[in-house]
């Protein structure tokens, strides 16, 4: 810490700093908070950060603040005293970081400013001041209000009631031992692992161990955010690990509870393998449907303002929040299900519960898109082309076919090809050719549902009926196919397909755009991912080489998606963002 004389000094000063590090500049009156100037001063998502008083600046934002300190030197003379009160103050802060921070913006780099609730933050310039800044310091505890911010403000109410009160003790308890989110997230995914394996050993003894182990697990789960906000250690390889380390410890313990049961005398992979395709849908069209809104123009509706009057009526609140089942609801529903009953009730209370929240969203989002008046953006219609995942096959007829005109041509053309490819896979004789030639149809109407920009009021239905497509038809088919080991197969195809989906996700929410062209083509996009599978069927009709076509090809996706996305997220390109986790 150096004091500097005057705006000149301080350019001086900050000049002679490395390069690559972060600097801060604060008025030598603030009075303030510790927390304050954590949030201020030490988020590492933004380039710049400003409370009353305090600024900060990222390596990035490095040569726009010198240039701001520069130009307020030019303006004041050089010499001049850092606090010049004839300058023309920021609009909340008349010091110089408070002007430098609006200098900043000026330029076009974009200044954080969090929000302190009941935190001070204050350059007193009198003794009334003063005095009222430090009964304000005194009134608050900023570490009471440092455990409240912690937790995340919208949760599910089983999280919010019976996690949160104690997780964000445990989570003090990790910062004051130096430990870090990602940490605190592997030991999550490593206890959720064991309580798979427990799982697997189809004893009483082990349900009752594997039901434990999952809601410890969803204790670190809940910590790890937490500690991140409350330490705020967030990270690009945090945001990668909570993103994707949720769904591989779900779909971890279905194999569990599966193999479980098979041990006990009762196969349910096809229930096992049912419920993830179902929750990997349901968070599909969340994912759709938040990017093909979330920037529109003149995006209200009706059902919306019904939505928010709604939220100002508590109890509504948790009922809503509870109807869809979110991953706090879900995992306790799992642990103790497990504990008490078998795999079989289990699965059946997911699919139910699953289903039946997955109607109340779907239906409340197609009232909204029906009677909002958005207009799609591009960005939003190209973040939709992704997520719909359209390979070689679907691109080259897209590429010659015109646009077909109408409002709701995609989706409907989209759910026709869908409605094909399932009933094929379900309805014609098992191994029949007819099932390849419907999935040519399936391929050649996914194409014509791309051929124009998605940004009709529904267009984001479209990638939800492909991923039904295609992990319904790999499910059908190895379920149909009474090879032994397929459906296990087929449960590791769609965990490799489904990470893939769910990375494209985190790509596009970190502002970074789409895997990159190469590994969709080389991974076939969703339609010829589905062809394939389907031609697999004829081929290998009731052999077991069916199985292991599917575990083969599941390994190839696996390795060529993990090694790229990797590959990504340690990248110094990957977006320093912080995943606020799951809520539906």
């Known amino acids: 810490m150096q004091t500097a004389a005057d705006a000149g000094d301080a350019a001086t000063l900050l000049a002679a700093v490395p390069a690559g590090r972060r600097v801060a ?8 908070h510790v927390h304050t100037l954590r949030l201020g001063l030490t988020d590492p998502r933004f380039p710049a950060a400003t409370v009353p008083g305090a600024l900060t600046a990222q390596p990035e934002a490095r040569g726009a603040l010198l240039r701001a300190l520069h130009r307020t030197t030019a303006a004041v003379g050089a010499g001049a005293p850092v606090v010049e009160p004839d300058a023309d103050p920021a609009p909340e802060d008349r010091t110089v970081p408070g002007r430098i921070a609006v200098a900043l913006e000026a330029e076009g780099t974009a200044v954080q400013r969090p929000a302190l609730g009941s935190l001070v933050a204050a350059v007193p310039t009198d003794p009334e001041q003063q005095a009222a800044a430090e009964a304000g310091l005194a009134s608050v505890d900023d570490e009471a209000v440092r455990l409240r911010n912690a937790v995340k403000a919208h949760d599910g109410f089983f999280t919010t009631y019976c996690i949160s009160p104690y997780s964000r003790y445990i989570a003090r308890w990790c910062a004051r031992r130096n430990l870090t989110p990602n940490q605190v997230t592997t030991a999550s995914l490593i206890t959720a692992l064991i309580a798979a394996g427990s799982a697997a050993t189809g004893t009483r003894g082990g349900y009752v161990a594997a039901g434990i182990l999952l809601l410890v697990s969803f204790v670190l789960d809940c910590t790890d955010g937490q500690l991140a906000r409350y330490s705020l250690q967030y990270s690009t390889m945090g945001a990668w690990l909570d993103a994707t380390f949720d769904r591989a410890k779900e779909y971890a313990y279905y194999a569990g509870l599966a193999i479980g049961a098979v041990r006990g005398g009762d196969d349910v992979w096809t229930l096992a393998l049912g419920a993830m395709v179902l929750q ?74 699953c289903s039946l929240a997955a109607c109340y969203t779907t239906a409340g989002r197609l009232l909204r898109s029906l009677t909002r008046r958005a207009s799609r ?17 679907a691109r080259a007829v897209a590429k010659v076919a015109p646009g077909l005109p109408g409002a709701f041509t995609a989706p409907a053309v989209a759910l026709l090809g869908t409605l094909v490819m399932i009933g094929g896979a379900l309805f014609l004789p098992y191994g029949s050719p007819l099932t390849v030639a419907a999935a040519a149809v399936y391929v050649l109407l996914s194409g014509l549902a791309v051929a124009r920009p998605l940004k009709g009021a529904l267009d984001w239905l479209v990638p939800p009926f492909f991923r039904a497509a295609e992990y319904v038809t790999i499910l059908v088919l190895a379920a149909r196919s009474d090879v032994p080991h397929a459906v296990p197969a087929a449960f590791g195809l769609v965990s490799a397909v489904a990470y893939h989906h769910y990375d494209t996700v985190y790509r596009i ?76």
């Open 25 to 32: 500049l604060v008025d030598p009156r603030f009075v303030g």
């Open 280 to 353: 990997a849908c349901r968070h599909v069209v969340d994912f759709s449907f938040n990017e093909a809104n979330h920037d529109a123009v003149a995006n209200t509706s009706p059902t919306a303002a019904l939505s928010d009057k709604l939220d100002n009526v508590g109890w509504t609140v948790w009922v809503r929040r509870m109807i869809v089942l979110p991953i706090g609801e879900r995992w306790a529903m799992i642990a103790v299900l497990t504990a008490l009953t078998t795999p079989r009730i289990v699965f059946y209370a997911l699919l139910v519960g």
């Open 377 to 393: 953006t591009d960005r939003a219609a190209q973040a939709l082309a992704d997520l719909a995942d359209s390979g070689p096959l």
């Open 509 to 584: 929410r970190g502002g970074t755009g789409a895997p990159p062209q190469w590994l969709v083509r080389t991974i076939g996009g969703h339609e010829g991912r589905t062809a394939l599978v389907a031609v697999l069927a004829a081929v290998l009709t009731h052999t077991s080489g069916f199985t292991t076509a599917l575990t083969a090809l599941a390994v190839a996706v696996a390795l060529v998606v993990l090694v790229e996305s990797i590959r990504f997220w340690v990248s110094s390109s990957a977006p320093a963002v912080h995943d606020e986790g799951e809520l539906a």
